[in-house]
Antibody, heavy 117, light 112 residues
Framework: QVQLVESGGGLVKPGGSLRLSCAAS????????MSWIRQAPGKGLEWVSY????????YYADSVKGRFTISRDNAKNSLYLQMNSLRAEDTAVYYC??????????WGQGTLVTVSS | QSVLTQPPSVSAAPGQKVTISCSGS????????VSWYQQLPGTAPKLLIY???KRPSGIPDRFSGSKSGTSATLGITGLQTGDEADYYC?????????????FGGGTKLTVL
């Protein structure tokens, strides 16, 4: 069955960096567009970034543009999010999700990123 | 403040029907498919409806979706206590000279 497993979250100081990973299994990862979506504590869902199946098309939310970089390694069935210049407002659970038929059809369990001094 | 507007909360009794609205504009709902997600407490979101009104395998037909113009609606019939969750609509938005996916602010469903 489809599995998306995020890792790499943790506590980081403001201005610091963190790299999230998402390991995919149970489907042909290289055929799917993928995204990172986050949820601050007690808040709603916020879309962060999107990458096409080949990696040639990438979009970012304005709130992370210039600080976050999405990438993928289809040979390793993995999605990544490099997060630099982290701010307190980046504190959230980060989900990776697969995009198909105009929607996010599978989601990981999420990894918590806490930005605090 | 999301570009997609949902009511913060709705409630109904078990067995009853409830609808959740999602209001947008021509730059999002008006020209794109809408999807709906259910987030049970402490869990990751789950896809309920895609392409406005289609249900993924395994989603009961108690859940339905519709779209008209720049608004979409999620309907849930035969409410069960297990339906208590947060519900989000989502779609693409092209209003800021860029393409962004947007979610509604979420609606908390209480089954009384």
């Amino acid at each position: 069955q489809v599995q998306l497993v995020e890792s790499g979250g943790g506590l980081v100081k403001p201005g610091g960096s963190l790299r999230l990973s998402c390991a995919a299994s149970g489907f042909t990862f290289s055929d799917y567009y993928m995204s990172w979506i986050r949820q601050a504590p007690g808040k709603g869902l916020e879309w962060v970034s999107y990458i096409s199946s080949s990696g040639s098309t990438i979009y970012y939310a304005d709130s992370v543009k210039g600080r976050f970089t999405i990438s993928r390694d289809n040979a390793k069935n993995s999605l990544y999010l490099q997060m630099n210049s982290l701010r307190a407002e980046d504190t959230a659970v980060y989900y990776c999700a697969s995009w198909r038929r105009g929607s996010y059809d599978y989601w990981g369990q999420g990894t918590l990123v806490t930005v605090s001094s | 403040q999301s570009v997609l507007t949902q009511p913060p909360s709705v409630s109904a009794a078990p067995g009853q029907k409830v609808t959740i609205s999602c209001s947008g504009s021509s730059s999002n709902i008006g020209n794109n498919y809408v999807s709906w997600y259910q987030q049970l407490p402490g869990t990751a979101p789950k896809l309920l409806i895609y392409e406005n009104n289609k249900r993924p395998s395994g989603i009961p037909d108690r859940f339905s979706g519709s779209k008209s113009g720049t608004s979409a609606t999620l309907g849930i019939t035969g409410l069960q206590t297990g339906d208590e969750a947060d519900y989000y609509c989502g779609t693409w938005d092209s209003s800021l000279s860029a393409l962004n996916w947007v979610f509604g602010g979420g609606t908390k469903l209480t089954v009384l």
